[in-house]
Nanobody
Framework: QVQLVESGGGLVQTGDSLRLSCAAS????????MAWFRQAPGKEREFVAAISRSGGTDYADSVKGRFTISRDNARNTLYLQMNSLKPEDTAVYFC?????????????????WGQGTQVTVSS
């Protein structure tokens, strides 16, 4: 069993930065691809960024150039550095661990999910 716990969310202003963390526990916590998804009020959960076991990354067009996903396998921790935040980035952010070593944008490929952390960007 793998448990994921997100932290680092909060209320910021347009243009500010935040760094989200996702602490993973469990025997194989860091041995698969991981990703961040987000869900804004009234919208479906959407892909934000993913990182493979080897460190290859993928980003949604809406965050490319502003967000950076990274992982520290020794610490079993996933990060999302978010810069130049916009009001449209307001959402609950979830980390997830994939069933595979390679990353994917498809939510069914992710078998473990955190509870989420709220990010609110004011204009």
């Amino acid at each position: 069993q793998v448990q994921l716990v997100e932290s680092g969310g909060g209320l910021v202003q347009t243009g500010d930065s935040l760094r989200l963390s996702c602490a993973a526990s469990g025997r194989t916590a860091s041995s698969r691809a991981m990703a961040w998804f987000r869900q804004a009020p009234g919208k479906e959960r959407e892909f934000v960024a993913a990182i493979s076991r080897s460190g290859g990354t993928d980003y949604a067009d809406s965050v490319k150039g502003r967000f950076t996903i990274s992982r520290d396998n020794a610490r079993n921790t996933l990060y999302l550095q978010m810069n130049s935040l916009k009001p449209e980035d307001t959402a609950v952010y979830f980390c997830a661990r994939a069933r595979t070593y390679y990353s994917s944008r498809a939510q069914p490929q992710y078998e473990y999910w955190g509870q989420g952390t709220q990010v609110t960007v004011s204009s």
